[in-house]
């Protein structure tokens, strides 16, 4: 590809685009394919349908929170006619359970690098597909045997109940709790399973973006999505085998009688462990060691999705694009080295808590960067209230809320109080609902025309966008107040407890805000269906963006480009004289006066 | 319709800062007395709690204000195009610096209340030496075990150990110390009105200590997933005076020991004796 002299507007006809890889019959095409834009199109179905399963599940736990031991709606009595509908505590902790793994296996993690990551890797890079296009259609399909690990055991076997942390002892030794048997082995395995897949997907997305950049796409002239499912490729490739190791070894604990995670002397329902010697502290640095680095394999992506949306939507080019790919690198790299504050009230030595303090402390200074930079981008702009537009504010206000709200977690003497309470409980739902997922919602509205070709319905995607941001922190925002009077995590009912009994009013505030947002979600299936048969058509490039995948036609072919893209500057140059239009897109060279060339020029030295 | 959008994302910050400042007057703050915690150690936590709470909402306020406003520009923006600005050195060395710094120090400022709470070196010698009690965590309920009156609490249990279930009795006004394990699996041993709290790992004995500074009865729960009963394990801790706590003690080694002949039959101690610490 090197060797192509380029024409003037950057563009190489490419004699047969499909040559490599034809698409063959329905099955080849849809089914088993191995073009990545099919691949993140399943992605997105499947992540999709488990965010409804997510979904249930926590309107199920908000629903014993807010009438506890009264009879679920509808569900409840064909569910449980032996309780007379209600949900018992072994139900309960199951719930939980299962909605943590459910939305932070199979919907964040999926959707980031499954979907957005499959989609634009190829496309914003300007490549014809993945590195290896057959690995990226197993890594998808890797994802149903852990769906499948994930149902049996919750369906099955009684459902894992040990919370998402899988802490030893309670999920090391069967006999633990009423759910710990075959459910737990059956969890674990899965976690497994999807392990393979993100594995799969961070070593390809990584050589993909080493080896196949377009002609002209050096590194700092990459898209900032790009930097953000690189690094987090990079991430995950480092941390996740660390989890994988972890969880080998609690198979090995439970099936095989070796004891990594629990130490002698134990007493269980009556009844002692033959053998022992180990630690459960263990288990939870390796956990964290994975699971610390996940919150970011959980933004990161989304920190790029919404710096490339917010400087289109506003026509601005990003600020700071450096200073932007330098903090996310130093997130990522802090990222390894906090673990430990997931575990000051472990029982750790407290000398290391003090190390893990400062250090955690440190890592709030590039998400602030980070902040002031998206913040800096929409100043000056002409700002298009559009679903995106919307979307991606939302990302940006929820996540100085979860950001700021981190600081107190990273104080080691406050978070001694706040540890396991729901003020933790409020902090990760900003983050992860209030940012990632309505990044996700921006990105699925930016990125719907490229996948099919037609535009989404922007009434419904506002009703959407307001009743979710609505309901989202009419639940979680009451969560800090929770967290500030004590209520704990993962209890069924906490009125028990003479200290929480007034708590009841809010938690039913907080439940209908839920139910609010979770049938908002219907909408957005809505508009999704309604819009890939019915929208309006869109052309190549709807949102007159700058990145190489809006040169392509909408939706594209196999081999995706119809000529070869020649890269001559970074991403997001809006705002300049181009002709009629205030863009230029990467591909193009010319056209700019010659003041507004120094300004382009600048890029490269901040 | 840009100006109502502004509008609509100005009102949740405005929200947020009204119902955080309605918190301490209507019961969203924390737990018991006024909101106040029953150990000093606790209001030095509440202070620095305060502290990063006071900086949080400066920047919470500022960032969300001028988020809105630049919202507000943006939507009224009537050039033709936006300014071409890839960025500015000065600012973004401003807005790295100024947060390091107000982090670090943050950092730096809370570490003596963490060396007090947890280094053993800084612990109160007077509690160091003579734990009050062993408390056991196991599903679902507390476990406690006190030295005979007059004795030293031992690493193995005595014959004239003095036993409870889900009620600590503390005396107020001194620093004591508890020796925390786990029979079974993982618990966490979280008194909120004395802002304590410490994860029970099966195989470690780790000491906690606490000084209570005013009587009452205190809730203590369970803060660490440990079964289908997690949100039952419900124990009080009953903070009183020297002289209330010794006659608690001395009643509950008569009811411990009564043999029904209306004499105490206190046993003498075990042989194996090794002093905790």
Redesign the interface.
């Known amino acids: 590809m090197t060797t192509l002299n380029p024409s003037p507007t950057g563009l190489q006809p490419i004699l047969n685009p499909q040559a490599h890889h034809a698409p063959g019959n329905f099955i080849t095409k849809y089914i088993f394919s191995t073009d990545h834009k099919i691949i993140a199109i399943q992605f997105m179905f499947t992540t999709l349908l488990m965010m409804i399963v997510g979904g249930v599940l926590a309107l199920a736990v908000r629903w014993q929170l807010a009438f506890p031991w009264e009879s679920m709606p509808i569900v409840g009595p064909w569910l449980f006619a032996a309780e007379g509908g209600q949900i018992?505590?072994?139900f309960?902790?199951m719930l939980f359970t299962m909605h943590a793994t459910v939305m932070i296996f199979l919907v964040i993690i999926p959707i980031l690098a499954g979907t957005f990551g499959n989609l634009l890797i190829p496309l914003m890079i300007g490549a014809d597909d993945m590195a290896f296009p057959r690995l990226n259609m197993l890594s998808y399909w890797f994802m149903w045997p852990a769906i499948a690990c994930f149902g049996m055991s919750f369906a099955y076997a009684g459902g894992p109940?040990?919370?998402w942390?899988s802490?030893?002892?309670?999920a090391d030794l069967a006999q633990?709790?009423?759910g710990s048997g075959t459910a737990q082995t059956l969890w674990l395995l899965g976690v497994t399973f999807i392990g393979f897949s993100s594995m799969m997907g961070s070593i390809n997305y990584m050589t993909t973006i080493i080896n196949m950049r377009a002609p002209g796409m050096t590194f700092f002239r990459l898209p900032m999505t790009i930097w953000g499912l690189f690094i987090t490729a990079i991430l995950q490739a480092f941390a996740l085998p660390v989890l994988t190791a972890g969880g080998f070894m609690q198979v090995t604990d439970r099936l095989l009688g070796t004891c990594f995670f629990?130490?002698?002397?134990?007493?269980?329902?009556n009844a002692a462990p033959t053998v022992?010697g180990g630690?459960?502290?263990l288990w939870q640095h390796l956990f964290w060691f994975y699971s610390h680095p996940a919150v970011y394999i959980m933004l990161l992506p989304v920190m790029g999705m919404v710096s490339d949306m917010l400087s289109c939507m506003?026509?601005?080019?990003?600020?700071?694009?450096?200073?932007m790919v330098i903090s996310m690198s130093a997130i990522a790299s802090l990222g390894f080295i906090v673990w430990g504050h997931h575990m000051y009230?472990?029982?750790m030595n407290?000398?290391v808590?003090?190390a893990f303090?400062?250090a955690t402390?440190?890592i709030?200074?590039p998400s602030?960067?980070k902040?002031?930079?998206w913040?800096?981008t929409?100043?000056?702009?002409?700002?298009e209230?559009n679903t995106v537009t919307?979307n991606c504010?939302a990302f940006?206000?929820m996540f100085?809320?979860g950001g700021?709200?981190g600081?107190?977690m990273a104080?080691?003497?406050?978070d001694?109080?706040f540890?396991?309470?729901y003020f933790i409980v409020a902090h990760f739902h900003y983050v992860l609902f209030g940012a990632t997922l309505f990044g996700v919602f921006a990105a699925i509205h930016f990125w719907f025309p490229k996948m099919f070709g037609r535009m989404m319905n922007e009434k419904l995607g506002k009703t959407h966008f307001?009743l979710t941001?609505i309901g989202a922190?009419g639940t979680f925002?009451p969560m800090h107040?929770l967290g500030?009077?004590?209520m704990?995590?993962?209890?069924?009912?906490?009125y028990?407890?003479?200290?929480l009994e007034?708590l009841l009013p809010?938690n039913q505030f907080m439940t209908i805000s839920a139910i609010v947002m979770g049938f908002a979600q219907i909408l957005l299936f809505i508009n999704i269906f309604y819009s890939m048969f019915f929208g309006p058509k869109a052309g190549r490039n709807p949102w007159n963006a700058t990145t190489l995948e809006w040169t392509t036609p909408s939706p594209p072919g196999h081999g995706n480009f119809d000529f070869i893209p020649m890269v001559y500057h970074g991403p997001n140059e809006?705002?300049?004289?181009n002709g009629d239009k205030?863009f230029l897109m990467q591909t193009e060279k010319e056209c700019l006066p010659s003041n507004?060339t120094v300004?382009t020029n600048?890029?490269d030295e901040? | 319709?840009?100006k109502g959008?502004c509008l609509?994302?100005l009102f949740?910050?405005v929200?947020?800062v009204v119902?955080c400042a309605m918190?301490p007057f209507v019961?969203?703050?924390?737990?018991?007395d006024n909101a106040q915690a029953a150990s000093n150690l606790g209001i030095?936590?509440d202070d620095?709690?305060y502290i990063?709470l006071i900086?949080?909402a400066i920047?919470?306020v500022g960032?969300?204000a001028?988020?809105v406003y630049?919202?507000w520009?943006?939507?009224n923006?009537r050039?033709?195009?936006?300014?071409?600005?890839?960025?500015?050195?000065k600012?973004?060395l401003i807005?790295?610096i100024i947060?390091?710094a107000i982090?670090?120090f943050?950092?730096i400022y809370?570490?003596n209340?963490?060396?007090d709470?947890?280094?053993k070196k800084y612990y109160p010698e007077a509690a160091v030496k003579d734990p009050l009690a062993e408390v056991t965590a196991?599903?679902f309920e507390w476990r406690f075990r006190y030295p005979a009156i007059g004795k030293k609490l031992q690493q193995k249990p005595q014959p004239d150990d003095l036993y409870s279930v889900n009620e600590l009795h503390v005396p107020f006004g001194k620093p004591v110390m508890i020796q925390l394990r786990s029979?079974?699996?993982?618990h966490?041993f979280?008194l909120?009105?004395l802002?304590?709290?410490?994860?029970a790992?099966?195989?470690?004995q780790?000491p906690v200590w606490f000084e209570a500074n005013k009587p009452g009865t205190y809730?203590l729960?369970?803060?660490?997933?440990?079964?289908?009963?997690?949100?039952?394990m419900?124990a009080h801790v009953i903070v009183q005076s020297e002289d209330e706590y010794q006659a608690y003690l001395k009643n509950l080694t008569q009811k411990q020991f009564y043999d029904g002949l209306g004499k105490i039959a206190a046993k003498e101690t075990g042989t194996e004796s090794e002093a905790v610490e």
Not at chain 2, 183 to 186: A, E, F, G, I, K
């Open positions: 018992s505590p072994e309960y902790t109940a040990a919370g942390t802490y030893p002892i309670l633990a709790a009423p629990y130490p002698s002397g134990l007493v269980i329902n022992g630690q459960a502290l506003c026509r601005k080019p990003l600020f700071g694009y450096k200073p009230t472990s029982g407290p000398a808590g003090m303090m400062v402390m440190m709030a200074l602030a960067v902040t002031f930079n913040t800096a929409i100043w000056g702009g002409k700002v209230f919307l504010i940006l206000s100085i809320v700021l709200s600081i107190f104080a080691v003497p406050v001694v109080y540890h396991d309470t307001v941001f922190n925002f107040f500030m009077q004590g704990p995590r993962r209890y069924a009912d906490p028990l407890h003479g200290y007034h809010m809006y705002a300049v004289v205030d507004e300004a600048t890029l901040t | 319709m840009g959008w609509f994302f949740w910050p929200a947020a119902s918190a019961g969203w703050s924390f737990p018991y030095r936590i620095l709690f990063i900086v949080t920047v919470f960032t969300q001028v988020l630049a919202l520009r943006g939507a923006n050039e033709e195009r936006a300014t071409n600005v890839h960025g500015n050195h600012l973004e807005w790295s947060p390091g982090l670090l943050l950092a809370q570490m209340i963490w060396a709470f947890r280094i196991r599903q029979d079974d699996v993982q966490s979280f909120p009105a802002r304590i709290k410490q994860d790992l099966p195989g470690l780790i809730d729960v369970c803060a660490e997933l440990c079964g289908w009963g997690h949100y039952k419900k």
